[in-house]
């Protein structure tokens, strides 16, 4: 059975950052999804794990940063100039090729964890 692990959420004020790491390997398709209150789960960035091309949404773009270290299995997501707006339960999800922010292509998911940025 798939195991994946997300660390690294927690409170942050807004302008603040965070880390999410996630342990997984072995897919080719790495991606971070998100899901606020009353609202469906959203792809934040996702990544190919051979090729390194590196897919975000407009919302984070410039301020997210998805990568990988093959090395020790883990993925993450830098997160800079949080924003209210981020507040929401973060996912790692992996899935095969092609790569995308959908989040139907990822068969694989972790708990989940929380991400809270106050004003």
């Known amino acids: 059975q798939v195991q994946m692990v997300e660390s690294g959420g927690g409170s942050v004020q807004a302008g603040g950052s965070l880390r999410l790491s996630c342990a997984a390997s072995?897919?080719?398709?790495m991606g971070w999804f998100r899901q606020a209150p009353g609202k469906g789960r959203e792809g934040v960035a996702a990544?190919?794990?051979?090729?390194?091309?590196?897919y975000y949404t407009d919302s984070v773009k410039g301020r997210f940063t998805i990568s990988q270290d093959s090395a020790k299995n883990t993925l993450y997501l830098q997160m800079n100039s949080l924003k209210p707006e981020d507040t929401a339960i973060y996912y790692c999800?992996?899935?095969?090729?092609?790569?995308?922010?959908?989040?139907?292509?990822?068969?694989?998911w972790g708990q989940g964890t929380q991400v809270t940025v106050s004003s």
């Open positions: 999800a992996a899935g095969a090729w092609p790569c995308s922010l959908r989040y139907e292509g990822y068969p694989y």
């Open positions: 072995g897919y080719n398709c």
């Open positions: 990544i190919s794990t051979t090729g390194g091309s590196t």
